[in-house]
């Protein structure tokens, strides 16, 4: 058995408020637990979108009543939100400023870079500022980060000339660190006739499925990598295969097992895994250690992914049918055994909001952050 520190999953859409028949704090919180993570990071592109600190307060009161695993919400930038002087303090009361530049779910889209200035410039620039930018608008956002001094964090990057973007910009000293999801690194759009089985809405995500090509780029620059991220974005398979499919995949239960699958077939090391899914994420989001936290891991068990097995509300995965090497065992949450052999025990209400607890010490901050 492998003990491992309780994983960080800084890319999480819970739906609540708004959609919780797709997902709620309670769903969200268990597949969490189940997939080995510890502390999610909720996006805030739900209906109403989190930009306001009214809205934060909406979104963390389903939080407090319903999450068995611990969390911060992310405010999201909007076309007239972005004063960020008022409340002083909220800022700080949330996981971070998230900014959508590209083609996504929900209506937080930022198309005009007249409406990015102001966020650029007045969110602090100590706290996470993270954006969903693609090919071209990579190039335009990491500008904004160099002309604004100010770090940024790349969402779900997933072609190789991002990853090589990045990776210059980092050689230049732009103040930059990204993540990359399982399925940019397990999938390609060659997969997708599989999963669609003909429903092609089943293949739809955002960035999309990209080329082989892209995958191994991904691969070769693992070190560019800072963060694992599930992009966990549960629909429900009716919606999948409906009309009009919204692009996203679950993810918070397929990631440490096709990641620790990795491990085992010498693709990634141990190390870098938690590198990416503990350490990383906890100095770029600025996240206090969760004391006496931790998972066990079997790192031979071999089993299939089947959606019938878990805890997310929406019902299926992309990667239904996979086999896999690595299962979390047990997780202890603040002391507290909160799952155990396929069950999760912990209680909603148990989970604490990371941006409002005092009992932790706030960690050291990036050296690019200073
Ligand atoms: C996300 C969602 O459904 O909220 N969808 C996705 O395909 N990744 C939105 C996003 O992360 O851009
Ligand atoms: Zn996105
Ligand atoms: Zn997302």
Same mark, same amino acid.
């Given at each position: 058995?492998?003990?491992?520190?309780?994983?960080?999953? +800084?890319?999480? #859409?819970?739906?609540?408020p708004g959609a919780t028949h797709k997902e709620d704090?309670?769903?969200?919180?268990?597949?969490?637990?189940?997939?080995?993570?510890?502390?999610?990071?909720?996006?805030?592109?739900?209906?109403?979108?989190?930009?306001? *600190?009214?809205?934060?307060?909406?979104?963390?009161?389903?939080?407090?009543?319903? *999450?068995?695993?611990?969390?911060?919400?992310?405010?999201?930038?909007?076309?007239?939100?972005?004063?960020? $002087? $008022?409340?002083?303090?909220?800022?700080?009361?949330?996981?971070?400023?998230?900014?959508?530049?590209?083609?996504?779910?929900?209506?937080?889209?930022?198309?005009?870079?007249?409406?990015? &200035?102001?966020?650029?410039?007045?969110?602090?620039?100590?706290?996470?500022?993270?954006? #969903?930018? &693609?090919?071209?608008?990579?190039?335009?956002?990491?500008?904004?980060? *160099?002309?604004?001094?100010?770090?940024?964090?790349?969402? #779900?990057?997933?072609?190789? &000339?991002?990853?090589?973007?990045?990776?210059?910009?980092?050689?230049?000293?732009?103040?930059?660190?990204?993540?990359?999801?399982? #399925?940019?690194?397990?999938?390609?759009?060659?997969?997708?006739?599989?999963?669609?089985?003909?429903?092609? %809405?089943?293949?739809?995500?955002?960035?999309?499925?990209?080329?082989?090509?892209?995958?191994?780029?991904?691969?070769?620059?693992?070190?560019?990598?800072?963060?694992?991220?599930?992009?966990?974005?549960?629909?429900?398979?009716?919606?999948?295969?409906?009309?009009? +499919?919204?692009?996203? $995949?679950?993810?918070? &239960?397929?990631?440490? +097992?096709l990641l620790l699958t990795a491990v085992s077939e010498?693709?990634?090391?141990?190390?870098?895994?938690?590198?990416?899914?503990?350490?990383? +994420?906890?100095?770029?989001?600025?996240?206090?250690?969760?004391?006496?936290?931790?998972?066990?891991?079997?790192?031979?068990?071999?089993?299939?992914?089947?959606?019938?097995?878990?805890?997310?509300?929406?019902?299926?995965?992309? $990667?239904?049918?996979?086999?896999?090497? %690595?299962?979390?065992?047990?997780?202890?949450?603040? %002391?507290?055994?909160?799952?155990?052999?396929?069950?999760?025990?912990?209680?909603?209400?148990?989970?604490?909001?990371?941006?409002?607890?005092?009992t932790y010490e706030d960690p050291e901050p990036l050296?690019?952050?200073?």
């Amino acid at each position: 058995m492998l003990k491992l520190p309780g994983l960080i999953d +800084p890319h999480v #859409h819970v739906r609540d408020p708004g959609a919780t028949h797709k997902e709620d704090w309670t769903t969200a919180t268990a597949a969490a637990l189940a997939g080995g993570f510890t502390l999610i990071l909720a996006m805030p592109n739900t209906t109403p979108p989190i930009t306001s *600190a009214a809205r934060l307060d909406e979104a963390l009161e389903a939080a407090y009543a319903k *999450a068995r695993c611990d969390y911060a919400q992310f405010l999201g930038a909007g076309p007239h939100n972005g004063g960020w $002087f $008022f409340p002083a303090d909220l800022p700080y009361r949330a996981a971070g400023l998230k900014m959508y530049l590209d083609s996504t779910y929900g209506d937080l889209r930022l198309d005009e870079m007249t409406l990015w &200035e102001p966020h650029f410039r007045n969110w602090p620039r100590d706290w996470p500022l993270v954006v #969903h930018a &693609e090919k071209r608008t990579l190039a335009a956002a990491l500008l904004f980060a *160099a002309l604004y001094e100010r770090p940024v964090h790349i969402a #779900h990057v997933s072609r190789a &000339e991002e990853i090589l973007l990045i990776r210059r910009a980092k050689e230049k000293g732009i103040p930059v660190t990204c993540e990359v999801t399982p #399925h940019h690194l397990f999938l390609s759009a060659e997969d997708i006739p599989a999963i669609a089985h003909g429903h092609p %809405g089943r293949g739809e995500v955002r960035p999309r499925l990209a080329t082989p090509t892209d995958v191994q780029a991904l691969w070769d620059n693992l070190d560019v990598i800072d963060c694992f991220a599930t992009d966990h974005a549960p629909h429900t398979l009716e919606e999948k295969d409906g009309e009009d +499919p919204p692009p996203g $995949f679950p993810g918070l &239960e397929t990631a440490l +097992p096709l990641l620790l699958t990795a491990v085992s077939e010498g693709r990634l090391t141990l190390d870098a895994l938690v590198e990416k899914m503990y350490h990383n +994420p906890r100095r770029i989001f600025r996240l206090p250690e969760q004391v006496q936290t931790w998972i066990e891991v079997d790192e031979a068990a071999r089993w299939e992914i089947r959606a019938s097995e878990q805890y997310t509300k929406c019902n299926w995965t992309p $990667f239904e049918g996979r086999q896999v090497t %690595g299962r979390v065992r047990c997780v202890v949450l603040r %002391g507290r055994e909160v799952f155990r052999d396929g069950e999760v025990v912990a209680p909603p209400g148990f989970g604490y909001n990371l941006r409002e607890t005092e009992t932790y010490e706030d960690p050291e901050p990036l050296e690019c952050w200073l």
